[in-house]
Every structure is written in structure tokens, then in C-alpha cells.
């Protein structure tokens, strides 16, 4: 187990039997002394066997409850894993048998007298530890891997089995995670460093009872699923059960509060009509579904009433199914989607819209993506954020988030407003009424719409594609120059203008830059802008 956790039985005799046999080693006792390791070891080997006969005296009682009831699907796989329990525990016995047999013969084997290599420890650290450095003995290659691989099958038998570490370090045990002699040994040196032989095998006998009592346990876990086990309700907690968790201001508020209770001894199996349930360890349902729009619309309040329906089944001792059900109803309420932007109202068409939409009643689930009909979205950089390009009269928006349709929302789309121009001289707008000198040069500025200007900075950005310039006396042309910009240099034009001849300025094409930097003509764009010159 963890290092500060909880030790498990076994890792509490290891401790104490290696600070004993350190002892002992440093005295330099009798053989009458070591022998006593003999005792426990066949205490220990007692026990192993009174725990197997249990367990298969449980497995025996689980067969003949699931034939009882008739074999059920559910009852039989629980059955099967009972046997793969059986199975496991039996594979891992039988390896640390083999090496209890391999450790007594490699020592020199046993005679009417005992073990003939009772004290030797420099064989079981060849043999459990390898060549000093190496790493390369049974117990890290056969041991080690097996108890881990043991421990693993067991848990995967049913998510709400805990198994403590059954290969833990010095550093995993109160004894020696603070000694610095000690701290820095493995699980297979902490067990067989320095240990004689009747030591190591009274600690291979503890590794084989507490396998044998993981065994029991996965077993007596397994057998409350088929009805075995009194049930026995030792999960009591207070609960609260409200009509509504929202209120208004000035309405009573309802609830009944009362005591519940389960059991930590067996797994009920609870099912929905909402969706899977997930049973966690202390015996309660836990139930989450996205919730749908309903089917039939909200009313005029934006709401819509819902029903899921729950049942809870446990087996009773003697192997009988009990079935509890339950139905709770819930209120939909119709999200509202939120749309923050200077176009809230309606939209420029083939111009990039900056949109924010949120939907506030979701917090921290809001997930959102976007279709649009009547137009194309282009995502923005933040959470909700978008550019809506419509191409059509409307734009329909439709939220979803993690997949799921949250609503609509339908804008106006308008047409861009048509831009003015206006004619500068010398950075001040030509008097078009009253006329004035002849000017050396002019520009040509075009001046969008004011609130369109404000909205879609980046779609309003104008400038002169084609036009022409005429010096006109009378009705007769004297010169002309043609507009391919936004300034006009009227030249040698300039000096041949007379009091009461006219410019005539022809506007027949405007660009606009959109917010993609994509240059569009604007239709229907043609002014006549007379100057008198005077």
C-alpha cells in the first residue's frame, strides 16, 4: 500500500518478523531459537488450508443459489467470476508452492531432523535475489510479478473492489519507511535479504494466507450478488427532498427531510428509463442525462414537464429479487440564447457580423457549435464568439452545445447603405453651391454610412475604382481626366480654367475592402458632382 497509508496484516508481520530476525541473526541463537520460525510456518500453512476449505464451501453455497433461481444471466456471470477468483488464487498458490519446494532442496532438503539448511541465507538470496546487483532472482522475475498480476485479476472482477498493494517496499511500511538501513529496499530484498530458510518460508506461508483471505473477501463480495448475504442496511444518511430548488420571492418553499439508508455489503442493480445509472460503493444510484428539448414544444412560459422512472433491485438473503421503483417528474425550461453585438437587431449583408452568444443557464457547460441557414459563420477566438456573413434577406442561427440543440435564433438581414462622397481641396470640402478658384488638385473621399460605419468597421472601408473629370465651358468640353483614385491632379487642366467654367466630376465605380481584406464593387454607384469655378 501506499507509503502513509493504512498497512495491510501481512505487511505488519513482515515488519515485526524482520526486525526479529535481525535480532536473532545479530545474537547468533540455537537452532532451538530458529525452529520457532518453524512453528509459524505451519500455523501460517494450517490457516492457508482452513481458509481455502472456507472458500470453496462459499463458492459451493453461491453454485446452488444461482441453480436454485433458475440460472438467471446475471446470476450466472457472477458465478463465473467467482470461479476465475477461485482460479487466480489457485495459480498464484501454486507458484509460491514451487518455491517453497525449490528453496527447501536447494538448501539441502529436509531429514527426520528438519531442514538441513535451516540458518542458510546466502542460497535464498542467490536464488530470491540474484548475484548481488543483478536484480535477477526468482523473486523479482517469478514472485513479484505474479502476486502484482494476482492483485490486478482480482480487482478487475468488479470496479468497487479495493486490493491493498501486496508487493510493497520498505519505504511503504511504518517499520522502516524511516530507517535508513532499511527505506531504500525493495518488496524481494526486504523479504529475503539476510533471511534463513525457515524465515523465507514463513513468509511465503503469509503471502499465500493473505491471498487466500483476498480470496474470501472477492468471494463473500461476489456472493451478496446472488442473494447470499442478510442485507444489512450500515450506510444511514439524512436527506432532503425539495419541490423546487427555485424560488420566487413571497411563495413558501417546500421540502420533506428524512432518513435513508444502504448497504455497503452488496451492489444493488439500478436501471432507467433516462439513461445507465452508475452504482458507486456506498450502495447509491448516480443518474446524469443531458436533458432534451421536449418533443411537444414548451408552453407560453417556456416551460415543459418531463418524467424519468428508476428501478432499484436487490437480492434478499435465500437469493430472492426485490424490486423497488421510482418515478420523478422535472420541469424543461426553454434556455434563453443571448446574443451580444452592436447588429443585435439585424445584420449587414455579405459583411462579417461580430457576434457573441451565450446561453447563461448552461455556466461552465456551455460547449457551443453553430449552423447557420441563409448565410455562412466563421468561429471568433473566444467561447461563443462568431462572425455571421449572411447572403440572404434572413440569417437563421441554430445553437447547439456538446452536440445537443439548445434553439434558433432568426436575424433581419439589410443591405449595406450606400456611401456619400464629398470633394476636398487643400483638406477642406469644395463649396459646391457657391463655387470657387480653380483648385490644382482634388480628392475624392467617400464617406460611409454613420452607423454602418460604427458597426462594421472593417466592411467600410471605400475608396474611387473609376470616374472622369471634365473642364467644361459651357456646353463645350476643354479637357478631361479620368479617376482611377482617390486623388485627382488636374495638371495642366489647372491652368486653363476661366470664371464661369465648371468642373463636372463623373463617379462610376466604388470598391469596398470587406473585413476579409477582399475587395467588392459596390452596385449602383454613379454621382455627378458639378463645381462652378468662379
Known amino acids: 500500500m501506499a507509503g502513509g497509508g493504512k498497512e495491510t496484516p501481512r505487511q505488519k ?43 470453496k464451501l462459499i463458492f459451493k453455497k453461491m453454485k446452488a443459489s444461482v441453480e436454485k433461481e433458475g440460472n438467471q444471466s446475471e446470476d450466472v456471470k457472477v458465478l463465473k467470476k467467482a470461479q476465475e477468483a477461485l482460479d487466480f488464487t489457485q495459480e498464484v498458490l501454486d507458484v509460491i508452492y514451487s518455491l517453497r519446494k525449490e528453496m527447501i532442496e536447494y538448501t539441502g532438503g529436509k531429514d527426520e531432523n528438519g531442514y538441513k539448511g535451516a540458518k542458510d541465507y546466502d542460497k535464498i538470496m542467490a536464488l530470491m535475489i540474484g548475484p548481488e546487483g543483478s536484480k535477477s532472482g526468482k523473486g523479482y522475475k517469478i514472485l513479484e510479478p505474479k502476486l502484482d498480476e494476482f492483485r490486478e485479476k482480482m480487482m478487475g472482477l468488479d470496479d468497487s473492489l479495493a486490493i491493498g498493494d501486496l508487493t510493497p517496499s ?13 527505506n531504500t529496499k525493495d518488496f524481494v530484498e526486504l523479504n529475503f535479504d539476510h533471511t534463513p530458510l525457515v524465515a523465507s518460508l514463513a513468509v511465503l506461508s503469509q503471502m499465500q494466507q493473505e491471498v487466500t483471505m483476498i480470496e474470501q473477501k472477492v468471494l463473500d463480495h461476489l456472493a451478496a450478488k446472488v442473494g447470499l448475504a442478510p442485507v444489512k442496511f450500515d450506510q444511514i444518511f439524512a436527506v432532503v427532498s425539495a419541490e423546487s430548488q427555485v424560488v420566487a420571492a413571497g411563495t413558501p418553499y417546500k421540502a420533506q427531510m428524512f432518513i435513508a439508508a444502504s448497504s455497503s455489503q452488496m451492489t444493488p442493480r439500478m436501471t432507467s428509463t433516462a439513461g445507465p445509472v452508475k452504482v458507486n460503493p456506498e450502495g447509491r444510484g448516480e443518474i446524469e442525462f443531458t436533458v432534451r428539448p421536449p418533443s411537444g414544444g414548451y408552453d407560453k412560459d417556456g416551460k415543459a414537464t418531463a418524467r424519468w422512472k428508476g428501478s432499484i433491485t436487490i437480492k434478499a438473503k435465500g437469493g430472492k429479487d426485490t424490486t423497488f421503483t421510482v418515478e420523478e417528474e422535472y420541469t424543461i425550461v426553454k434556455p434563453v440564447i443571448k446574443v451580444e453585438s452592436d447588429v443585435a437587431v439585424s445584420l449587414y449583408l455579405r459583411c462579417g457580423n461580430e457576434l457573441s452568444i451565450t446561453v447563461p443557464a448552461l455556466g461552465t457547460a456551455y460547449n457551443p457549435n453553430f449552423k447557420a441557414k441563409g448565410g455562412t459563420i466563421i468561429n471568433g477566438k473566444k467561447l461563443g464568439s462568431i462572425i455571421a456573413v449572411p447572403s440572404a434577406k434572413k440569417m437563421a442561427i441554430t445553437v447547439f452545445s456538446e452536440g445537443n440543440e439548445i434553439g434558433t435564433e432568426t436575424f433581419a438581414v439589410k443591405p449595406i447603405p450606400k456611401p456619400d462622397v464629398q470633394l476636398l481641396s487643400g483638406g477642406k470640402p469644395l463649396n459646391l453651391k457657391t463655387g470657387g478658384p480653380m483648385p490644382r488638385s482634388i480628392k475624392v473621399k467617400v464617406i460611409p454610412d454613420k452607423n454602418f460605419a460604427q458597426t462594421n468597421p472593417k466592411d467600410a472601408r471605400y475608396a474611387v475604382s473609376k470616374g472622369a473629370l471634365t473642364l467644361a465651358r459651357g456646353k463645350r468640353p476643354v479637357g478631361n481626366i479620368n479617376i482611377t483614385g482617390s486623388t485627382i491632379n488636374l495638371g495642366a487642366l489647372a491652368s486653363k480654367g476661366r470664371k464661369n467654367d465648371r ?32
Open 13 to 55: 508481520m513482515v515488519g515485526m518478523m524482520y526486525l526479529v530476525l535481525t535480532a536473532l541473526l545479530a545474537l547468533q541463537v540455537s537452532n532451538a531459537v530458529l525452529d520457532k520460525f518453524v512453528f509459524i510456518d505451519d500455523s501460517l500453512q494450517h490457516s492457508v488450508s482452513a481458509t481455502l476449505s472456507n472458500n
Open 170 to 182: 520498505a519505504k511503504d511500511i511504518d517499520e522502516f519507511k524511516n530507517n535508513p538501513d532499511h
Open 503 to 534: 468642373l463636372v466630376i463623373e463617379i462610376k465605380g466604388i470598391n469596398r475592402k470587406n473585413f476579409q481584406g477582399k475587395t467588392d464593387p459596390v452596385p449602383g454607384v454613379y454621382e455627378l458632382i458639378q463645381y462652378p469655378i468662379n
